[in-house]
Every structure is written in C-alpha cells, then in structure tokens.
C-alpha cells in the first residue's frame, strides 16, 4: 500500500522534502514523520544536487579520501566523491582519488569491514554519509567501526537530520526540524501514541517502509 506522500518545498529550490505523517515505528524509536528520501538516494539528477550542497562545506577545508556510504547512498556518495575530486578541493590519497565505500552489519548489527576494504578506511580521512541521522545509533556504529579499523573521521553528512554532532562530530544536513518543526520521535516504551491506543501506520527503515 502507497502512504500519502507529500512534497515539502524548501528554500532549496531543486531539492524537496517528501514525508507522510503519521505513526510510525524505526528498530530504535517512534516517530510521526516518514522522510521519503528514495528518489534523492537512486535518481541521478536529485543524487547531484545533493552532493553539490553537502560539498560545500567541504571545500578546500576538510581532507577526504574515502566516503563511506549508509542508508543505501552509494548513488549520492559516487556524486559527492565526483564533486570532492574536482579542482580545489584537498585530497591526500596517492592516487588522486576517492573510494566509495559501504558498510557490512553482523547479526548484532555491528559494523565490519572485511581485508579487502580495510586499506580503504585504514590511515584514511572518512567521511560518513547518512540518508537520515535522527536517534544517531547507525552513525555512532559507523564513527567507532571507522576508528577501530584506523581511519580518522573527517565528518558526518546527511539529507536529513535532527542533531548537528555525533560522538563529538559535527553533523552537515541539507535539512533538519527547521524544515519540519513538528517532528517528533519518542522511544517505543514511552511512546505517547502508542499509549493513546493509536495504531502504527507502518515499519520504516533506511530501506524504506512496510504499511501495517
């Protein structure tokens, strides 16, 4: 079953914010809004621009080598390296180049990275890119995987978010509860919905949604 999308405009002129609004569970929380980020993470156009405004808190200031992508942001990640690897900006990989990375999870949902990618995070400037950094658990996972296999965190980046640091990091979103001022997320035992008896519209996760 399609939710009722709606398209949010912001002062960003090509960039939109799609969310329905409701009661909604996450593994971690439960919130009244689905962010319907799908189309900015595999659209190529929408991808582009939202690497061409997260990069530009990054120029000439911030050294990456690899970005390592959440939440099935390959697509933006691949633009965003495109954008950190032209003229101006810094970058310390002996090749000139940028690896585009994503994460493996174990059963606990612990962040691994096998031999054959470690060279990518070991000794690298890493920058974390996230669909959404709401309760912040994946990110914070990511941040420590990032320094136990030796890389150095350059910064987190995401479409959406509602903190602005993880573990001591700044956070660069393209929105946060500026753009959505209602937004509101509770833990799941104390989830004032829940306790009026109102029933979940649907499971949401990074890869989507599932309607109850």
């Not at 941040?143 to 903190?163: D, E, F, Q």
């Amino acid at each position: 079953m399609q939710m009722n999308m709606v398209k949010l405009p912001t002062k960003k002129g090509n960039l939109f914010l799609r969310v329905a609004k409701g009661h909604f569970a996450t593994s971690h929380s439960h919130i009244n809004y689905y962010i319907d980020v799908t189309t900015q993470k595999t659209r190529l156009s929408e991808a582009k621009a939202v690497a061409q405004e997260l990069v530009s808190v990054y120029r000439a200031s911030t050294i990456v080598d690899t970005v390592l992508c959440l939440d099935g942001t390959q697509v933006i990640g691949t633009c965003l390296a495109s954008e950190l690897t032209k003229d101006g900006f810094v970058n310390m990989n002996a090749h000139q180049t940028i690896y585009v990375v994503t994460p493996e999870f174990t059963s606990g949902s612990q962040i691994i990275f096998r031999d054959n990618i470690t060279p990518m995070i070991a000794g690298k400037h890493v920058l974390i890119l996230a669909a959404t950094i709401t309760t912040g658990y994946t990110a914070q996972a990511a941040v420590a995987a990032v320094k136990y296999y030796g890389g150095i965190v350059a910064g987190l980046s995401a479409i959406y978010a509602t903190v602005d640091t993880c573990e001591g990091y700044p956070i660069t979103s393209i929105f946060n509860p500026n753009d959505l001022p209602d937004y509101a997320s509770y833990d799941a035992h104390a989830c004032p919905w829940c306790q009026a008896g109102q029933k979940i519209d649907a499971l949401v996760n990074s890869y989507g949604y599932s309607t109850l």
